[in-house]
């Protein structure tokens, strides 16, 4: 029940593990006597435990907030384990969005911290003092994303770069070789968008260069720009009626949600109430008037015209099924990833069950805007026992049963939405990783 984060200099580990209210914590566990002291500290991801600590075991670095904060934006910080006390590092580094894999390494002298954030729409390696003070430098600038992160002792650099090229296919739900809607995206990052529009084209999520955006395109088509704007845009996105969409806009405490003309791309509105929230999944109401949206482990509501966000329920992906009026919702709890369904205007929660050995993915964007199909079968991410892949899943909730239609397609598959034509439509990630030695100035001497 526990993620290995690092291996403290007195023989104790640094882990991960969900607290009572299904959020990635970080402990200190000492395996000769079983002693676990929890730790103040929240971990900004849920498939990953990016924290280090230092040579000399005082401090510990991490992605993630303060535990007296959580509903603040993940970044990177250092805690000194003795006080509590926590500063920020690199304050004017942009935070990759939940898209991007982040990691963290400490320096071989212990006074500095190594990690990945944005430049603009670079992704770049920094380095920044760990008492919080000083000048932060930006080491270099990647071409793809990062899988991993590491500093040797002479202070050269060990990073994985991760390609991911992704493509959007089209799946029956009765099984069959996929087809490929469009061209190739370049190094983007599992768990972007697809979504299809009533017209028939679908918007997908792309990173090229380090610029990340949201295109759309019909099948076999050239793709173009989805929103006539400069900004950042990304996932996650929604319908929010046949002619207009929600999507995220921006970046860091910029980041808020946006409302697109599904016509021609104009940018119609900025939502301030959710304005820097960490958002993960996106629904709207079947009559348009609201949007429901995850961050920070609950569920939140916002009306469409802008308002105050109010907090809901627990929950880490959610969606709307617009036949029955219900929220569906996705906890990742202990246990098991757990899905549960609530009417729209409250009430008891239902659990929907789930067949004995599938597993639905630990993922915060698991549930797709249009998840739901018109007989009531959910699309879900499972991780089956017998693939290292996370494919698409079509879950009955009436029986429990999952069927997985793409046997035989070797990819993590996310955002996988029903199309009008009863198809799925669903990015899918092959899985390919380099391993990079840079030496920097002072290494080479």
């Not at 942009?94 to 944005?118: H, L, Q, R």
């Not at 996310?414 to 990630?429: C, E, Q, T």
Request: charge should be neutral.
């Amino acid at each position: 029940d526990a993620a290995i984060a690092d291996v403290v200099p007195d023989g104790s580990f640094l882990i991960a593990r969900l607290n009572s209210g299904r959020r990635k914590q970080l402990h200190q566990y000492w395996p000769e006597t079983g002693r676990l002291q929890t730790l103040n500290v929240l971990l900004g991801s849920i498939d990953t435990a990016p924290a280090r600590i230092t040579p000399a075991g005082d401090r510990v670095a991490f992605f993630g907030t303060p535990l007296d904060r959580p509903d603040a934006p993940n970044q990177f910080y250092a805690m000194d384990l003795r006080s509590g006390a926590a500063v920020r590092l690199g304050p004017d580094v942009a935070a990759p969005d939940a898209s991007i894999n982040t990691d963290v390494a400490i320096g071989p002298d212990g006074a500095s911290v190594v990690f990945n954030g944005m430049a603009g729409d670079a992704l770049c390696i920094f380095s920044a003092p760990i008492g919080g003070s000083g000048e932060v430098r930006r080491l270099l600038t990647l071409t793809e994303r990062i899988s991993g992160l590491d500093v040797a002792p002479d202070g050269s650099l060990y990073i994985g770069q991760g390609d991911r090229n992704g493509e959007v296919v089209r799946l029956s739900p009765s099984g069959g070789t996929p087809e490929r809607i469009g061209t190739a995206l370049s190094n983007t990052a599992v768990g972007g968008v697809t979504l299809p529009l009533p017209d028939g084209r679908v918007v997908f999520s792309s990173q090229t260069a380090n610029q990340r955006r949201l295109l759309v395109a019909r099948p076999g088509k050239e793709s173009e720009p989805f929103v006539q704007t400069q900004d950042v845009t990304a996932a996650p996105a929604a319908l929010i009626s046949r002619t207009e969409a929600a999507f995220t806009i921006g970046e860091a405490a910029d980041r808020t949600i946006g409302l697109v003309s599904i016509a021609d791309g104009r940018l119609a509105k900025r939502l301030n109430g959710p304005k820097g929230a960490d958002i993960r999944s996106m629904a709207a109401s079947p009559d348009g008037r609201t949007i429901y949206y995850t961050a920070s482990g609950s569920v939140w509501s916002v009306p469409v015209s802008d308002g105050t966000p109010q907090k809901l329920r627990p929950g880490d992906s959610v969606t709307v099924d617009p036949y029955k009026n219900e929220l569906i919702v996705q906890l990742i709890e202990k246990e098991a990833v757990r899905l549960v369904r609530t009417p729209l205007k409250g009430g008891p929660e239902r659990t929907i069950p789930v067949q004995a050995g599938i597993r639905i993915a630990p993922v915060e964007d698991a549930l797709h805007p249009n998840g739901v199909s018109k007989d009531g079968l959910i699309l879900v991410r499972v991780a089956p026992s017998s693939s290292w892949f996370w494919p698409t899943g079509v879950l009955d909730p009436q029986t429990g049963r999952v069927r997985i239609p793409s046997i035989g397609y070797d990819a993590d598959m996310s955002s996988a939405g029903w199309a009008d034509d009863g198809k799925i439509v669903v990015l899918a990630y092959p899985f390919r990783s380099s391993l990079w030695h840079f030496r920097t100035e002072e290494s080479k001497r």
